[in-house]
């Protein structure tokens, strides 16, 4: 089976590339924008005719999109979430390959969801940033295509390679200095949200099942269970062997305001300082979580077991170990 692989380099790529060279059916073709991939192509500003002509030279069974962009501006993300997605879908219409298209999508397309509840794939999205609009506007372009694909909506991933700009990340960064300097506590906030953490390497096998199937539709990948990021962050202090003691600021809607002391950032988003008018009430308030999915999230996965065969295997204990030892490394 020839298989195209889209953002080889990215996060979830590199395990879906991983997880893909070790099956000996596969022969796989990394298509990016760096000068590591096999074919270079920007897909944002690429034509769908280039990318068409590419398709029938190569003709995959399946095509793998990887490929986007989490961070930056509504119109950045829309270029490489949504025009790119665009690109591909037309491109795949117009060649003669037949190739089935496995899509992630994420679990910002859904947005913010009912405390105790989970998401099962029929529910309504209702995005609450610009990036999850993004992502369901790919989404859309993918069901209504009339290609042989499936979009898997992968939750809250985790792991080895963990990007030290998410919230797991920056905890795992904020241990490490304290633990460099010394530090006997150690205070973080945001840590109130719950959310569906899933290994990267699950994801990969999930990409990887997806390929071969029949599914199609939309596919929740997700451990099914919701883990608050204070308990995460205490499973990750007993890794570590951090014996100091962890002290929780409640801030009210996660960020910053003008009784913060100076570094202390909320794990759950980006540091931020309010303005005046902020302070003072007369301008909006920030959306109080940055991935616009609220206080709690948690997937419905029975779409993935009965459709995919798929359940994770990894906990979030070995996913935890994983992202200590990057940041030990770094001690």
């Known amino acids: ?26 022969q796989l073709t ?20 280039a990318l068409t002509r590419f398709l029938d030279a190569v003709h995959p069974g399946v095509v793998i999109n990887c490929a986007g962009a989490t961070r930056g501006g509504a119109r950045e993300l829309t270029r490489h979430n949504t025009v790119a997605v665009a690109t591909i879908c037309e491109s795949l ?16 397309e859904y947005g913010p969801s009912q405390p105790g509840s ?10 609450g940033g610009p990036y999850g609009v993004s992502k369901l506007a790919a989404t859309e372009l993918v069901l209504g295509s009339g290609l042989d ?15 030290a700009g998410s919230p797991l990340g920056r905890l795992a960064e904020a241990m490490r200095r304290a633990m460099q300097s010394g530090d006997g506590e150690l205070k973080l906030s945001g840590l109130g949200v719950q959310r569906d953490f899933v290994d990267v390497r699950d994801v990969a096998r999930a990409v990887h099942a997806a390929s071969l199937s029949a599914a199609q539709g939309v596919v929740n990948i997700g451990t099914g269970r919701a883990v608050r990021l204070r308990d995460a962050a205490a499973v990750l202090a007993r890794v570590a062997g951090y014996g100091g003691a962890l002290h929780e600021l409640d801030l009210p809607q996660q960020h910053a305001h003008p009784g913060r002391p100076p570094g202390l950032a909320a794990i759950g988003s980006p540091r931020s300082e309010a303005t005046p008018e902020q302070i003072a009430g007369t301008a909006p308030q920030p959306y109080p979580y ?20 798929w359940r994770p295997r990894i906990n979030l204990e070995e996913s935890l170990a994983d992202i200590w030892m990057e940041a030990a490394c770094r001690i």
């Not at 996060?11 to 060279?21: M, Q, T």
């Not at 609220?294 to 029975?302: E, L, S």
């Open 118 to 127: 989970s998401t099962a794939e029929d529910a309504v999205p209702r995005p």
């Open 93 to 108: 219409r117009r060649s003669g390959c037949g190739a089935r298209l496995v899509q992630l999508g994420c679990a910002a």
């Open 30 to 49: 990394a298509l990016g924008r760096g000068d590591d991939a096999d074919v270079r192509f920007d897909l944002a500003t690429g034509s769908p005719g």
């Open 149 to 163: 694909a499936v979009v898997l909506r992968i939750f809250s991933p985790v792991g080895p390679g963990t990007p």
């Open 1 to 26: 089976m020839r298989v195209l692989l889209i953002g080889a380099n990215g996060y979830l790529g590199r395990y879906v590339a991983d997880r893909l060279l070790a099956d000996p059916a596969v």
């Open 290 to 309: 940055p991935d616009g999915c609220g206080a709690w999230q948690q997937a419905d996965v029975r779409t993935a077991r009965d459709r995919l065969g």
